[in-house]
């Protein structure tokens, strides 16, 4: 299977449809996924001489924001949609 990586230009449009004044976070691991704050916009050449950006994040201890928000996870299908189990009726006391 191929992979495609996302451009510039494909990040750009992509983000150009967001609300322009929201922070950036970065999702990262879809093993235990957290959420990142975005510091830095780097860009360098790859081993091969193409030039590549980097998207880093901070390097303060709260750059890690915590667990990445459910509906997230499962929108990147990291995670399947979980529900609720079903409630069941509640016991009076002194029923058997």
Excluded at 51 to 56: I, K, S
Aim: proline content about 10%; some cysteine; overall charge neutral.
């Amino acid at each position: 299977m191929a992979y495609t990586e996302v451009t510039v230009g494909d990040l750009i449009k992509l983000l150009s449809a967001c609300d322009r004044s929201a922070p950036v976070r970065q999702a990262m691991n879809p093993f235990f996924p957290m959420a990142h704050r975005l510091e830095r916009v780097v860009q360098a050449v790859d081993e091969t001489g193409q030039p590549v950006v980097y998207l880093a994040e901070g390097r303060n201890a709260d750059t890690q924001l915590g667990h990445l928000p459910p509906e997230v996870a499962v929108a990147l299908a990291w995670q399947a949609p979980v529900q609720a189990p079903p409630r069941r009726p509640r016991r009076i006391a002194g029923d058997q």
